[in-house]
């Protein structure tokens, strides 16, 4: 079993994405941002793993698979198979986008994070919502996050690669606010190699895809 330690407890590793849909759900409502940039995100932060784990590399932009063996994770192992031999990043993701949100939220269901609420059916837009069944991991996540941001704790690269795509969603205030977490958050979301090599391209190009409201949610 991986574990994340450092400034802050230890917590069991989830994948990259996970740990931004638990940052992103709403307290309050169980809502999703309504961001069209979100299921990009997610779809990114699957590529930095994939690229972390030696199964891609980024080259000029686009994403070269260089190995297709298991990464002993369904959700990853899914990503890497819809994944073509070499293809511009933005087409890797919209590659990924198909099921990654739902595959997602039930892996969190499962887990005891999260857990259905009852649906909205509001005509002609209906959707699906969540409550927090756990905080602790949320809350250990924003304490930690919060501490990089306001220079307390030092960015390693996997608070980098969330703060980046916090940052790209514009979504920093998820963690904490203020002038100062923004302007560090850009610091290090323009220093980090995640950023630079797979969220950027991604976010800064314009390429963002359909939003949350135009995919099904699970069926609870």
């Known amino acids: 079993m991986r574990e994340l330690c450092g400034e802050r407890p230890i917590l069991v590793r989830m994948l990259l994405a996970e740990d931004l849909v638990v ?78 949100y739902v595959r997602l939220l039930d892996r969190l269901v499962e887990r005891g994070i999260l857990a259905p609420k009852a649906r909205n059916l509001v005509p002609l837009a209906p959707r699906h919502i969540w409550r927090v069944a756990d905080t602790t991991r949320r809350d250990h996540l924003r304490v ?37 977490a923004f302007e560090r958050a850009e610091e290090i979301s323009r220093s980090g190699w995640a950023a630079a090599a797979v969220i950027h391209p991604i976010i800064d190009r314009g390429h963002l895809l359909a939003d949350f409201s135009a995919v099904p949610g699970p069926q609870f």
């Open 144 to 180: 930690w996050l919060a501490g990089v941001l306001s220079g307390h704790s030092a960015a390693d690269q996997w608070s980098a690669a969330l703060i980046s795509l916090l940052h790209a969603l514009n979504l920093v205030d998820v963690v904490t606010d203020g002038t100062a």
């Open 23 to 100: 940052l992103l759900v709403a307290t309050s409502s169980g809502d999703l941002p309504r961001h069209s940039g979100t299921q990009s995100a997610l779809a990114a932060a699957l590529l930095v793993e994939l690229a972390e784990s030696r199964r891609v590399t980024i080259v000029d932009d686009d994403v070269v698979r260089t190995d297709t063996t298991t990464t002993d994770d369904p959700i990853l192992d899914a990503a890497l198979a819809a994944l073509a031999e070499r293809q511009p990043v933005t087409d890797a993701v919209a590659a990924i986008v198909p099921d990654l």
